[in-house]
């Protein structure tokens, strides 16, 4: 007789995740705003508010469109209301809140909502959209308050849990684990988010993400989502870089970065090679801020930035964190490859200037010349041309692209050619000079100008 021998399996057991709910749950509050609109816009000739039921699923969304009670004239309110929902978190026994900026952003009136069911109004202390912080002020005392923790002890695969108001459903708790650190979003310069598969949903903004020892290691702040709704990605702000941002709004009232003045790119592996780096890393520098501490240290476009004050520039995305976390006024040394060779620099770092005064910035003279051996048609730009793009003394723009290197590389008409092999390019006659020096069977970097923002190709020469 056959005999089958079961083995038992010890199943690792899962975490219990109520004691740290019931220690934490008080100290987490619902967020709620109200914003005045106004509108002048009128609906369309003939129309008028439908006679819609209560209970339509419809009716939400014609009030929220047409507002309360359209009369028949068709005139919508001058002035309506809006709500929106957020989470938040309590720090500090005597009422300071923690929260995103974009909950409370362009708000008129901040309620905040405790466990016990009270209901207070909220004072804006300080926001900051760079890091999507703000923190707010309760009038209230003898609070209960979360436990801070460190993010820069976190390992992925570990568990967290997070307490919030998806969709308004107050003190929702939702686990999951760390998936990465140190993710940077191509909208954010400044946040290296934490990526966890917790349930983040609207309305769980700006809420506290914990670890198992229940403290707090990160404010959930956004997802990935092609539905509104979560899809297994969510990104919370590193607790560390939240409460540096808390303490300087508390201080005072702004946050304060460092910042070099240049804008800069990826170096992919077509790239590296035209750069002769034995690697793809590092951060390549397209453009220089006149009258920036970049400037003033010697930076030049083409240089590629691989480490900052000790800190390896691994992506480009790396350096904005690095520099934005230095000391202001305070030195910083900057190793880079420039043609080839390694090279540090020393660079007094400044504060990084408003988004308006960041703000920045064609085409052409009936001159054209052919460049046959990049497949190149291009024609110079006038000096007013330049002088609106802000170009100085350089650019040609290209008027077709060929079958060609040039092609290749991902020139388009329209593109202002401004370098080419690391040396300006100010003309036709010099472009073409450039051009019969290049190396055959070698990549070189060719800098454009595409819109406002300048971009290096590796442009590979045919042997």
Request: aromatic share 6%; proline share 6%.
């Amino acid at each position: 007789m056959l005999m089958l021998t079961v083995q038992s399996i010890n199943a690792v057991e899962l975490p219990d995740f109520t004691e740290l709910v019931e220690q934490n749950s008080a100290a987490v509050v619902n967020i709620s705003t109200t914003q005045k609109i106004k509108r002048s816009q009128r609906m369309p000739h003939g129309f008028t508010m439908p006679d819609i039921p209560k209970d339509s699923p419809f009716g939400d969304l014609f009030r929220h469109f047409f507002g309360e009670g359209g009369n028949g004239n068709g005139e919508m309110p001058e002035e309506f209301k809006t709500q929106s929902l957020g989470s938040g978190f309590i720090i500090d026994a005597d009422g300071y809140v923690v929260t995103n900026y974009h909950v409370i952003k362009d708000a008129d009136e901040i309620i905040v909502k405790l466990s016990d069911r009270r209901e207070l109004k909220a004072e804006v202390i300080g926001g900051d959209e760079r890091s999507d912080m703000a923190l707010l002020k309760i009038d209230a005392g003898d609070l209960p308050v979360v436990k801070i923790g460190k993010s820069s002890k976190l390992k992925v695969g570990e568990w967290a849990m997070a307490i919030g108001s998806p969709f308004g459903f107050d003190h929702s708790v939702s686990v999951g684990v760390i998936s990465a650190i140190g993710r940077n979003l191509p909208s954010e310069n400044y946040v290296p988010f934490i990526q966890t598969d917790v349930a983040i949903n609207p309305g769980n903004s700006g809420g506290p993400l914990f670890n198992l020892d229940g403290e707090v290691v990160g404010i959930n702040s956004q997802i990935y989502s092609r539905t509104g709704g979560f899809m297994g990605l969510s990104f919370a702000i590193p607790i560390d870089v939240a409460m540096d941002v808390v303490a300087q709004l508390k201080d005072k009232g702004k946050v304060a970065r460092g910042w070099l003045g240049i804008l800069i790119q990826d170096v992919n592996r077509e790239l590296a090679e035209s750069f002769d780096m034995d690697e793809p890393l590092g951060a390549v520098v397209l453009q220089i801020v006149p009258d920036s501490p970049a400037e003033k240290a010697g930076f030049k476009v083409g240089d590629v930035v691989i480490e900052f004050n000790g800190k390896k520039i691994i992506r480009s995305s790396d350096l904005p964190l690095a520099v934005g976390q230095a000391p202001i006024d305070v030195k910083a040394r900057v190793k880079l490859i420039r043609e080839g060779k390694e090279k540090t620099l020393s660079v007094l770092i400044a504060e990084l200037p408003s988004e308006e005064a960041l703000a920045e910035n064609g085409p052409m003279r009936t001159h054209k010349g052919k460049e046959s051996l990049l497949g190149l048609v291009v024609e110079e730009l006038t000096t007013e041309q330049r002088q609106q793009r802000e170009l100085g003394e350089r650019g040609i723009v290209v008027r077709e692209v060929e079958k060609g290197p040039a092609r290749e590389a991902g020139l388009r008409p329209g593109d202002v050619i401004l370098m080419l092999d690391n040396q300006d390019v100010k003309d036709i006659k010099g472009f073409k000079k450039i051009v019969k020096g290049l190396k055959k069977g070698k990549s070189t970097p060719v800098l454009v100008q595409r819109g406002n923002s300048p971009v290096f190709l590796p442009l590979k020469i045919p042997k």
